[in-house]
Structure formats: structure tokens, C-alpha cells
């Protein structure tokens, strides 16, 4: 009884406020004002979908937020198993330390860190080179390439954990596999691609889930990196205002419960391709989670 009362409560927290807006974007604009309607619409209407659709420039920017989810995840994979790998087997003078350091990224708020990040990127120099070849910085906000970077050097958005991950999986697999590999002449970058990695699946399927599913959530570095590009991020926070633009002049075009209304359905577009995603691979990320330790 105990634990049906817990799923319950649990399954309630999650999909309320999904059937909430799912409620919300099938009413009509006259709905909100009528007492009898709570969760059913008396006036079904897909008026919501087309709004939100039309001003969030709803395809475009879904297939560039899939493009920017997907370039993150497998460059962020690729690089914390590299370096989980590092610190779960190779013998680095200050390994510790540097792992301390890792921690630390998963502890510290983004936010204190947020201003001389914004200040590198914007004034990108790669340690005084690219001024020493051009006279000038080089401005890498509004492109891909923040994400890029910090992907490839293993300090995108949740790497810390990511690491710790790896680490993790790496420190369970038997030294022995390793150690045969190392007689039968392989180098440890041999290893690594060819043993190592093919074993660290459930890792890997776990860590690329958890950062497109992230990548895709967050609005924190996505709308301070991104600030006039068509992702699903910048185009949810401008909704509201480009809505108000849109509907100026006609009737309602600015009651707050109506844009209320085409934000939650703006909201609900954006969460749909997640929760198609977690449907088909449903199977594979519980296994995943499993194998990789994460609960545990």
C-alpha cells in the first residue's frame, strides 16, 4: 500500500503539469473565461498549435536545436570518456588533484563562473594566438562554437558528472582484460578504442542521453550564448513578446492569460520530441542506468 501511494504521488508530480498543458493547448481562447471548464475544453481548437508554430518558426528551429543538441552530446561523450578513462587507469602526477577539480565543477554554481566565461568568449584569443595572427579577438557568441569548445575540452554543461561516470565504469572493468591486452603488444590507446570502449556501452548510452536531454533543457547558457539564433531555448523566452507583436491590434492581443496559454503550448512542442525520444528508447535507458551504476 505504501508503495502503490508513492507511485502514485510520483506519477502525479510528473504528468500533472503535462496533461496540464496538454488541457490548455486544446482550449479555445473563450475557454478561459468560462467557469465550467476546467480540464476538458468546451471549445476544442488547435488555434494554440498553429500560434505557437508560426512564431517560434517551430521546424526550423527544431532541426537546429537537434543539430546543436546532437553536435554537444556526441563531442561531450567522446571527451569525458577520455578523460574518465585517464583518471579511472593511467597514473597522472596529480591525478587527485585534478579530479578534485572535477568535483568541484559539479558543486560550483554555474553561475559564479558565468561572467569570465562570457568575457573568454567574447573576446577569444586561444592564449594570445589568434591576435598574434589577426590584430584582433575573435567574438564567438551567437555561433556554435561556445558549445563546441567546451565539449571538446570536456567542460560542457553537467561534464563533471559525465567524468565521474566514466571514471566510474572504467574503475570496474577488471584490470586482467587490460593487462593481457598490454602483452599482447597493444599501447594504451589501443586498449582504450578497442577493448576499453566497446565494454563502456551502457556508460556511453547513459552519458549521451543525459546531455541531449540537458543540452536540450537548458535555457541558462543556451539564451546567454545564443542570443538571436533559432533554437527552441531563445524562441520559448521571446515567445511572449513576439506573440504580443504578432496579435498588436486585434481584440485580446493582450490578455496575459491568452499568451499564457500559447507559452504553454510553446512549452508542450518543445518537451513533445522528448517524450517521443523516451518512448522508443525507453528499454535501452533503464538498462543503461543499470549496467553504468548511476543509481547505485
Known amino acids: 500500500m505504501v508503495r502503490f501511494v508513492l507511485i502514485v504521488g510520483l506519477a502525479f508530480v510528473i504528468l500533472y503539469p503535462i496533461l496540464q498543458k496538454i488541457s490548455t493547448a486544446l482550449k479555445h481562447q473563450q475557454d478561459l473565461y468560462s467557469p465550467i471548464v476546467v480540464w476538458i475544453p468546451e471549445n476544442v481548437s488547435l488555434d494554440n498549435f498553429r500560434n505557437a508554430i508560426s512564431i517560434m518558426d517551430y521546424w526550423n528551429t527544431l532541426l537546429n536545436t537537434i543539430l546543436l543538441a546532437g553536435i554537444t552530446t556526441i563531442l561531450t561523450t567522446a571527451s569525458c570518456a577520455l578523460a574518465g578513462y585517464a583518471f579511472a587507469r593511467l597514473k597522472i602526477k596529480g591525478g587527485n588533484l585534478l579530479f578534485a577539480g572535477v568535483i568541484l565543477t559539479i558543486l560550483v554554481p554555474p553561475t559564479t563562473i558565468l561572467i569570465p566565461i562570457y568575457m573568454n568568449l567574447r573576446d577569444f584569443t586561444l592564449m594570445g594566438i589568434i591576435p598574434l595572427l589577426t590584430g584582433d579577438s575573435v567574438n564567438l557568441l551567437n555561433s556554435y562554437w561556445p558549445f563546441i ?67 536540450w533543457n537548458d535555457t541558462f547558457y543556451t539564451t546567454t550564448y545564443l542570443t538571436s539564433s533559432n533554437v527552441l531555448a531563445t524562441q520559448l523566452s521571446s515567445l511572449p513578446y513576439n506573440l504580443a507583436i504578432m496579435l498588436e491590434g486585434e481584440a485580446g492581443s493582450n490578455d496575459p492569460f491568452f499568451q499564457s496559454m500559447v507559452q504553454d503550448t510553446g512549452i508542450l512542442l518543445s518537451m513533445l520530441p522528448l517524450i517521443i525520444m523516451y518512448l522508443f528508447l525507453q528499454r535501452y535507458f533503464v538498462q543503461s542506468v543499470e549496467r553504468s551504476g548511476v543509481v547505485g
Do not use: H
Request: net charge positive.
Open 149 to 215: 569548445l567546451t565539449s571538446l575540452t570536456a567542460t560542457s554543461l553537467k561534464a563533471g558528472l559525465f567524468i565521474f561516470i566514466f571514471r566510474q565504469f572504467f574503475k570496474g572493468i577488471p584490470k586482467v582484460i587490460e593487462e593481457a591486452a598490454y602483452i599482447d603488444g597493444a599501447g594504451v590507446g589501443t586498449t582504450f578504442f578497442r577493448i576499453m570502449l566497446p565494454n563502456a556501452i551502457p556508460a556511453m548510452v547513459t552519458v549521451m542521453l543525459f546531455s541531449f536531454v540537458w543540452q
